[in-house]
Every structure is written in structure tokens, then in C-alpha cells.
């Protein structure tokens, strides 16, 4: 089994910034697809950003390219994901994910355990 929980969302006008952390225990691995991912109000979850640890690349979806950059504490288990430049469409619930897969996914079913979720709301 692994927890994630996430924290750091909030609200901010547009073009400001927040850090979101996904802190990960129990069962983990040396190598472990990890995932962000949003879901808006009556919209299906979406990618945000998908990666490998343990190996290089990280994929980004198109809308957040540029904006966002995710990174890694291996020593405490900690993903974080810098948000800059924030748009009104960027206002969802971020959910971390996580799954023993070797590699990287943007499909969430690939996912086996997710963290509940962190308010972001972009205000313009």
C-alpha cells in the first residue's frame, strides 16, 4: 500500500503562482510512475504531468507547458509541483497519483493509488 497527500492549493488571481506537494509513504520503490493529474467541475480528470522515478523525462501536457515544473525530495518521499503564471482554467481539484509501472502513463486508470485531492482556484 502507498499513501500520497497532497497540500498546498489555494486561490490566487491570475498570473500568480503556488506549490503544490504530494508527500508519499508506505510501500514505495525505487522506481514508480508518478502523476499529476485535475479535474474540474463536471469535467472528466485530466493530465497534468507524468514522470518515471528513477528515470529521466517528464511530460507535460500542452495547457501547462511552460507554466509548471515538477520536482523531486527522493530523501523524504516529497513531489512537488510549481505552478507560475496560473490562468482562471487552471481551477480544479489536483490529485497526485501513483502506481509500481515502469513507465510513464497519462492515463489515469494506470494509476493504483491516489492521494484525495488539493483546491486550486485561479481567479481572474
Known amino acids: 500500500q502507498v499513501q500520497l497527500v497532497e497540500s498546498g492549493g489555494g486561490s490566487v488571481q491570475t498570473g500568480g503562482s503556488l506549490r503544490l506537494s504530494c508527500a508519499a509513504s508506505g510501500d514505495l520503490r525505487s522506481r514508480v510512475r508518478m502523476g499529476w493529474f485535475r479535474q474540474a467541475p463536471g469535467e472528466s480528470r485530466e493530465e497534468v504531468v507524468a514522470?518515471?522515478?528513477?528515470?529521466?523525462?517528464?511530460y507535460y501536457t500542452d495547457s501547462v507547458r511552460g507554466r509548471f515544473s515538477v520536482s523531486q525530495d527522493n530523501a523524504n518521499n516529497i513531489v512537488q509541483l510549481q505552478m507560475n503564471n496560473l490562468k482562471p482554467e487552471d481551477t480544479a481539484t489536483y490529485f497526485c497519483?501513483?502506481?509500481?509501472?515502469?513507465?510513464?502513463?497519462?492515463?489515469?486508470?494506470?494509476?493504483?493509488?491516489w492521494g484525495q485531492g488539493t483546491q486550486v482556484t485561479v481567479s481572474s
Open positions: 514522470f518515471v522515478i528513477g528515470k529521466s523525462g517528464t
Open positions: 497519483a501513483a502506481d509500481p509501472g515502469l513507465y510513464w502513463s497519462w492515463r489515469p486508470d494506470d494509476y493504483q493509488y
